[in-house]
């Protein structure tokens, strides 16, 4: 059975601070790797999405590898502003359809 | 822009009541999910359909069935509400290999 860590649980770091969140899984025959942001009391809004035969995908200011054969996935966050505080969920598929397990999540927070 | 709407943000129901949540998107997606999500548990899949009349058991499928009648609307029942199925429930839907689009949620209490 797959599963999702998420090491740290919490993280608190300076405005304007470069950020890595990390993400492991137990089963490497994965399908993609998902990145999630998750507001208080909201939904999941999906940030990036990795296919298991690439290497790393970007969008602004975040950056998200994947090492498939090691069973890890890093977040890069540069630049880190207070709008950055959330929790991070990192989610992983093993089928060709979107049925995800889901990490437990880093919530960031981003002080002034 | 893809929107996945949940009938209520906000429910609050009585030991044993009949519970119906509703989830409806709007971008023809084949896959449609139901989550539950708890602090120090991360979300875990209740049910899931990958098609119209077809419906699929997730990691924690007792206590709760589901429905899905027309493409774009998937329901989730609980027959039988209990204490211990307070919980943020979340809705999702996608199509293969895209990324997945989540409602906003309705925070369920059971008293």
């Known amino acids: 059975k797959q599963e999702v860590t998420q090491i740290p649980a919490a993280l608190s770091v300076p405005e304007g601070e470069n950020l890595v969140l990390n993400c492991s899984f137990t089963d490497s025959a994965i399908y993609n790797l998902q990145w999630f942001r998750q507001d208080p009391g909201k939904g999941l809004t999906s940030l990036l999405l990795i296919q298991s035969s690439q290497r790393e995908q970007t969008s602004g200011r975040l950056n998200a590898s994947l090492d498939k054969s090691s069973g890890r996935s890093t977040l890069y966050i540069a630049a880190s502003q207070p709008g950055d505080s959330a929790t991070y969920l990192c989610a992983v598929s093993t089928g060709g359809g979107n049925k995800l397990t889901f990490g437990t999540g880093t919530q960031l927070k981003v002080e002034l | 822009d893809v929107k996945v709407t949940q009938s209520s943000r906000y429910l609050v129901k009585r030991t044993g009541e009949k519970v119906f949540l509703e989830c409806v998107q709007d971008?023809?997606?084949?896959?449609m999910f139901w989550y539950r999500q708890d602090p120090g548990l991360g979300l875990r899949l209740i049910y899931f359909s990958y098609d119209v009349k077809m419906k699929e058991k997730g990691d924690i499928p007792e206590g709760y069935s589901v429905s899905r009648e027309k493409k774009e609307r998937f329901s989730l029942i609980l027959e039988s509400a209990s204490t211990n199925q307070t919980s943020m429930y979340l809705c999702a839907s996608g199509t293969g290999g895209s990324p997945l689009h989540f409602g906003n949620g309705t925070r369920l209490t059971v008293t």
């Open positions: 971008m023809d997606h084949e896959n």
